[in-house]
């Protein structure tokens, strides 16, 4: 009986390890897939707030340069401000295809890629 259940043993702890190497594999596939998603919205966080403070300085810039063509510099800023109320409503009403789908698309794709050492 020993020969017989030693084998079957040796298959089972086989079996066992081979389970636990697959799901740490996953788990770790999954942990650098989230970090590389992680990585990617910083970046573009990061981009996004230089050019946050780029266009504040070009919307005051803008402003005062609208203000002084109309003589009073609170028309230029009210001008400015129409400008970006308009903005604000075309991105609500367009949110979903402009934002939310791009956005949707790239987390997907960044997750479902596969790397070259994967194949």
């Known amino acids: 009986m020993e020969n017989n259940a030693s084998p079957i043993t040796k298959l089972i702890e086989k079996a066992e390890d081979y389970?636990?190497?697959t799901l740490l594999l996953y788990r770790l596939t999954a942990i650098?897939?989230?970090?590389?998603?992680?990585?990617?919205?910083?970046?573009k966080l990061l981009l996004l707030l230089v050019i946050a403070f780029f266009l504040l300085m070009l919307s005051i810039g803008t402003s005062l340069w609208i203000g002084d063509l109309?003589?009073?510099?609170?028309y230029g800023f009210f001008i400015v401000t129409l400008f970006y109320l308009l903005a604000f409503i075309v991105l609500y009403i367009f949110r979903i295809p402009l934002i939310a789908t791009p956005t949707r698309n790239a987390?997907?794709?960044e997750m479902l890629k596969k790397?070259?050492?994967?194949?």
């Open 19 to 21: 389970v636990k190497t």
């Open 32 to 43: 650098r897939k989230s970090a590389d998603v992680i990585a990617g919205i910083t970046i």
């Open 70 to 74: 109309l003589g009073k510099a609170y």
């Open 107 to 109: 987390v997907v794709i």
């Open 115 to 119: 790397d070259s050492h994967e194949e």
